[in-house]
T-cell receptor, first 117, second 115 residues
């Protein structure tokens, strides 16, 4: 069965510093996608970044980068130059397709990030 | 604006009652996903539909059911409601199901309070 693990319930980072949010996943399917979403206190789910299982290079989107280590089954999110507006819950997610056309997107438990001025 | 519309935004009801949550996906998206987010919890996958067919099922209770209609909107029906069903219910949609890169676009959610 597929599973996403985020071992950091809460994190603090100083403004303008970089922070890494951990994510490990488990699947036996060769084709999958990994995502990070941000959920601020207002509740909406905001897409941040995507990494495909066959992608050779780590994904980057502005201040966000994904440190993808396939052998370790980890997909850590790195936020550079943290801003106060980065304070939010961050969810790692995985989308898996199988030959049976099974399509499931599961989320990890999330990490609460607080940026300190 | 994600293009995914969920109604109502808020719903207050009593235990034992039945409610229907509605979701209109982004134009052209065939897949609809339902998630439940309880207080301070992550998103629990409930069920997924693709072009009217159920494709994947998660931790959905027997008291809950869903369907996707020919116009692709979806409804999540929650019956015999219990206090523990109070949660934020998200609907999300995505495009081509054969591309793992298609991200989910989320609606703003329906906050259900069972009193």
């Amino acid at each position: 069965a597929q599973k996403i693990t985020q071992t950091q319930p809460g994190m603090f980072v100083q403004e303008k510093e970089a922070v890494t949010l951990d994510c490990t996943y488990d699947t036996s399917d060769p084709s999958y996608g990994l995502f990070w979403y941000k959920q601020p206190s207002s509740g909406e789910m905001i897409f941040l970044i995507y990494q495909g299982s066959y992608d050779q290079q780590n994904a980057t989107e502005g201040r966000y980068s994904l440190n993808f280590q396939k052998a370790r089954k980890s997909a850590n999110l790195v936020i550079s130059a943290s801003q106060l507006g980065d304070s939010a819950m961050y969810f790692c997610a995985m989308r898996v397709y199988t030959v049976a056309s099974y399509d499931k997107v599961i989320f990890g438990p999330g990490t609460s990030l607080s940026v300190i001025p | 604006d994600s293009g995914v519309t969920q109604t109502p935004k808020h719903l207050i009801t009593a235990t034992g009652q039945r409610v229907t949550l509605r979701c209109s996906p982004r134009s052209g998206d065939l897949s609809v996903y339902w998630y439940q987010q309880s207080l301070d919890q992550g998103l629990q996958f409930l069920i997924q539909y693709y072009n009217g067919e159920e494709r994947a099922k998660g931790n959905i209770l027997e008291r809950f059911s869903a369907q996707q209609f020919p116009d692709l909107h979806s409804e999540l029906n929650l019956s015999s409601l219990e206090l523990g069903d109070s949660a934020l219910y998200f609907c999300a949609s995505s495009g081509h199901r054969d591309r793992a890169g298609e991200k989910l676009f989320f609606g703003s959610g329906t906050q259900l309070s069972v009193l």
